[in-house]
């Protein structure tokens, strides 16, 4: 167990709608990372928080977006959903002791249909 | 630019070791190396900075040449446990991206 939360766990959605994935990072840590995983194009980097700002993005599709709260959890919003947009979605945090390392939740499965 | 892992697929008997490499195209800040297990999320082993020194977790290594934009890691000793995907993700421009994968299957 890495300490970072992930809700819900599945989702099933259909084209169109839009989602919320919502993410809990380790007690302590101050960066939330969002990351996309699909078969086809692997891990990506969607976009870093830190404490609250937006720290760096990736390749984040303009019908996402995200937020981290003051309490230091995090949201990623999906909009528009399209079939392609079906993956798993990862958030990793870190900023504790070792800044560098980053402890992965356990993903949320998105499937459009 | 997508680093490029190699090779893609290993496949060893345990015991044995192995060497996957990562190189970018770009000058990177640094390399952070991840296995990640079928159904599971990515586990991080380590980060190689810019003029760093070489890492260790365990019996695996990994080393950074900042000149070549490359990064290497060792698996010595390989366990059944060290089965998976390794990813390596190169950081640069405080944006990180990860390779396609090298998938490692350890034989008993």
């Known amino acids: 167990d890495s300490g970072v939360t992930q809700t819900p766990k599945h989702l099933i959605t259909a084209t169109g709608q839009r989602v919320t994935l919502r993410c809990s990072p380790r007690s302590g840590d101050l960066s939330v990372y969002w990351y996309q995983q699909s078969l086809d194009q692997g891990l990506q980097f969607l976009i870093q928080y830190y404490n609250g700002e937006e720290r760096a993005k990736g390749n984040i599709l303009e019908r996402f977006s995200a937020q981290q709260f003051p309490d230091l959890h995090s949201e990623l919003n999906l909009s528009s959903l399209e079939l392609g947009d079906s993956a798993l979605y990862f958030c990793?945090?870190?900023?504790?002791?070792?800044?560098?390392?980053?402890?992965f939740g356990p993903g949320t499965r998105l499937t459009v249909t | 630019q997508q680093p490029v892992q190699s090779p893609q697929a290993v496949i060893l008997r345990e015991g044995e070791d192995a060497v996957i490499n990562c190189s970018s195209s770009?000058?990177?800040?640094?390399v952070h190396w991840y296995r990640q297990k079928h159904g599971e999320a990515p586990v991080f082993l380590m980060i190689?900075?810019?003029?760093?020194e070489q890492m260790r977790h365990e019996k695996i290594s990994a080393s950074f040449n900042e000149k070549k934009q490359q990064s290497s890691l060792y698996l010595t000793a390989s366990q059944l446990s060290y089965s998976g995907t390794y990813f390596c993700g190169t950081e640069a421009s405080d944006k990180i991206i990860f390779g396609k994968g090298t998938r490692l299957h350890i034989l008993p």
């Open positions: 190689l900075l810019k003029g760093g």
């Open positions: 990793a945090s870190s900023g504790g002791d070792n800044s560098y390392e980053q402890y």
């Open positions: 770009k000058a990177l800040y640094s």
